[in-house]
Structures are given as structure tokens and as C-alpha cells.
T-cell receptor, first 115, second 113 residues
Framework: DQQVKQNSPSLSVQEGRISILNCDYT??????FLWYKKYPAEGPTFLISISSIKDKNEDGRFTVFLNKSAKHLSLHIVPSQPGDSAVYFC??????????????FGQGTTLQVKP | DADVTQTPRNRITKTGKRIMLECSQTKGHDRMYWYRQDPGLGLRLIYYSFDVKDINKGEISDGYSVSRQAQAKFSLSLESAIPNQTALYFCATSDSGWEETQYFGPGTRLLVL
């Protein structure tokens, strides 16, 4: 059973506009969430994270929003740039797992930003 | 130089063959992980290690074994490869502690015929 789901396999956005990537989870014990970005032929790289005690975390053009009641988080990229074109993975951990570093990943969403 | 390296980067093997994927890191991290990525399934944890003497199974460890030869080296073995082990394999490292970021290697693309 997929505990972390990214239901949109792909997203296409025009340069300069906002990109919104969504992630849903089923385990209410998850308390830490991360987004990773992956370019072809490279490993995933950490992008941004959020703890369950917050509902928003911002880092430059990237903002992650967490809605615990809906078990939903989203990544906003504003403004989108062609270099943002990549696969984005949502990941989560719970208190029992985070001290082991165990993460549960979503399936990934491929973002294409068109010039 | 890359902090986390994986060898080989690509490998084709036949069913029943033994194969080893290697991972080395220069970040000085205690924790190391092996994941596989399959289309539509994201990354799934195979094994993880807290230190040289501490190795743990992840969610999909069947058919795999690992060896932590040193703090910097963590190898993944497929004792008898089968076609459904065809996937992209990633090694990752992290420091000890709460909510530490994981750093990934570039991946090994494995094809089992």
C-alpha cells in the first residue's frame, strides 16, 4: 500500500508561472516531510523540508505547504524556470523512523518548464 | 569530486548471476542506505546501516544482501539476479541525528536479462 502518493505523473508549466506539485499521505504518524529533485543520470538532491509543527516553509523560490488535516502537502515554485525541469519526489518519515533516517517516497512527478 | 560515488554506473547481467554494486562516500557520514527506483513506484529502501556493525533490512530486502566494509563503503549484492531486479539503484548517506538530509549517489542502472 502506497503511504505517500503523488497522483500527477507529470506537469507542464510556462516559464515565469507558478508550478504546484502535490503529495498526499495516509499515515497520520508522519511528522517530517521532504522534497527531493532529480535530474536525469543524477541522484536525487534535497530541496526543502517541513516539520509537522509548521504549515509552511519557504526557501527562495520554493515553498512547501502542509495541511495535516487533509494529509496533503504541496510544493510551490515561483517563478518557474527551465532549469527546474526535473522529477520531484515527496518523502515522509515518522518519529519512530526519522531517527533511523528511513524515508517513504512518493512515485515522483516530472515537471517540465517551457521557455 | 563527488561526495557519494557508485560503481558501476551501468550493468547488464544474466539471470542467475551474482552481481555486486558498490558505494563509497567522502562525507564522513555514519549512515548509509540502498534504494531501488522503479517506474511508477518511487524509491524503496532495500537495506540501511548505522555503522559498520549495524545493518538493517528495509522494506524490500528479499533477494539482496549488503556488506559495510568500512564507514565509507557499503556494497549491495544480488546473489542470483532475476529479471524483476532490473531497476535503478541508489546509494545514500546521512549524518546521525534527527531529520538529517540524505545525500544520494548518481545511481546504477541494472538490467537483468
Amino acid at each position: 500500500d502506497q503511504q505517500v502518493k503523488q497522483n500527477s505523473p507529470s506537469l507542464s508549466v510556462q516559464e515565469g508561472r507558478i508550478s504546484i506539485l502535490n503529495c498526499d499521505y495516509t499515515n497520520s504518524m508522519f511528522d517530517y516531510f521532504l522534497w527531493y529533485k532529480k535530474y536525469p543520470a543524477e541522484g536525487p538532491t534535497f530541496l526543502i523540508s517541513i516539520s509537522s509543527i509548521k504549515d509552511k516553509n519557504e526557501d527562495g523560490r520554493f515553498t512547501v505547504f502542509l495541511n495535516k488535516s487533509a494529509k496533503h502537502l504541496s510544493l510551490h515554485i515561483v517563478p518557474s524556470q527551465p532549469g527546474d525541469s526535473a522529477v520531484y519526489f515527496c518523502a515522509a518519515s515518522d518519529e519512530n523512523s526519522s531517527n533511523t533516517g528511513k524515508l517513504i517516497f512518493g512515485q515522483g512527478t516530472t515537471l517540465q518548464v517551457k521557455p | 569530486d563527488a561526495d557519494v560515488t557508485q560503481t558501476p554506473r551501468n550493468r547488464i547481467t544474466k539471470t542467475g548471476k551474482r552481481i555486486m554494486l558498490e558505494c563509497s562516500q567522502t562525507k564522513g557520514h555514519d549512515r548509509m542506505y540502498w534504494y531501488r527506483q522503479d517506474p511508477g513506484l518511487g524509491l524503496r529502501l532495500i537495506y540501511y546501516s548505522f555503522d559498520v556493525k549495524d545493518i538493517n533490512k528495509g522494506e524490500i530486502s528479499d533477494g539482496y544482501s549488503v556488506s559495510r566494509q568500512a564507514q565509507a563503503k557499503f556494497s549491495l549484492s544480488l546473489e542470483s539476479a532475476i529479471p524483476n531486479q532490473t531497476a535503478l539503484y541508489f546509494c545514500a548517506t546521512s549524518d546521525s541525528g534527527w531529520e538529517e538530509t540524505q545525500y544520494f549517489g548518481p545511481g546504477t542502472r541494472l538490467l537483468v536479462l
